[in-house]
């Protein structure tokens, strides 16, 4: 047949052919049809167009982020909290009672009646002296910061003398964190020790009784406070085989 398949072309002659000779009867019903519309004479099949896929790593629009927010405040924060970062330690208190606080404040003095001291103080302080006097950033940091170190001292000294008063008065405030967290420490110090001495008996021993021969029983009853290190022991056992 060769490379090509010429047959499915040749139906609608080899089927009147056949009519023709008597060979084939009825006649087909396809007969007509076929012969209307005949196969395609193209032998190699086209392939449609197809367009270029689009790349999807487009970045997605903009348009529907939120708007970032920026306030004066924010730098101020930072710088503040870089100083001082333990400030953020300190509790606070976030709620508000009529939502309008804000408007209550004066920060002509950094103290406030009904906010107690904290980093936010010295931000809305310095921000404060920033407008309406006048000065530089730097200059309203350090004013702002001085006035907040002098009432964080009062805090103290109050503090302090208020415990005094009360011990004076027979109150009891039992132990601080540093004082229990000693006690913590020493007794995992002890428990650390009395292991470690059994661990250097029991070297000291095998030792011993890979030197002698011997089940090393008895060898060494000493502690790891009779010597330094086990370069001592290794001396030790250097002495007794000279």
Excluded: C
Excluded at 113 to 140: D, F, Y
Excluded at 193 to 222: H, I, M, P
Aim: neutral net charge.
């Amino acid at each position: 047949m060769g490379r090509y398949d010429f047959r499915p072309l040749r139906v609608h002659q080899t089927a009147t052919h056949l009519l023709a000779l008597q060979k084939t009867r009825p006649s087909p019903p396809w007969l007509d049809v076929i012969g209307m519309i005949p196969p395609a004479q193209a032998l190699v099949r086209t392939q449609p167009l197809q367009r270029p896929r689009r790349s999807k790593t487009k970045k997605p629009s903009k348009m529907f982020q939120p708007t970032r927010l920026v306030y004066e405040e924010d730098a101020l924060r930072k710088t503040f909290f870089t100083d001082h970062p333990w400030e953020l330690a300190r509790p606070r208190m976030v709620l508000e009672e009529d939502g309008k606080d804000a408007e209550k404040d004066d920060w002509s003095r950094i103290s406030q009646p009904h906010r107690k001291l904290s980093g936010e103080s010295v931000v809305q302080r310095q921000l404060w002296l920033i407008e309406n006097q006048n000065i530089s950033r730097g200059k309203a940091y350090e004013q702002a910061r001085k006035e907040f170190y002098a009432l964080r001292l009062q805090e103290d000294v109050e503090r302090r003398v208020a415990k005094e008063e009360a011990l004076a008065t027979g109150a009891y405030f039992g132990k601080s964190a540093v004082e229990i967290g000693m006690e913590l420490e020493d007794k995992e110090y002890e428990r650390w020790r009395d292991w470690a001495n059994k661990q250097f008996v029991e070297e000291t021993q095998r030792r011993l009784a890979a030197y002698s021969g011997g089940d090393g029983a008895g060898s060494a009853d000493g502690r790891i406070d009779d010597f330094d290190s086990i370069s001592d022991v290794d001396s030790t056992i250097q002495d007794d085989e000279g």
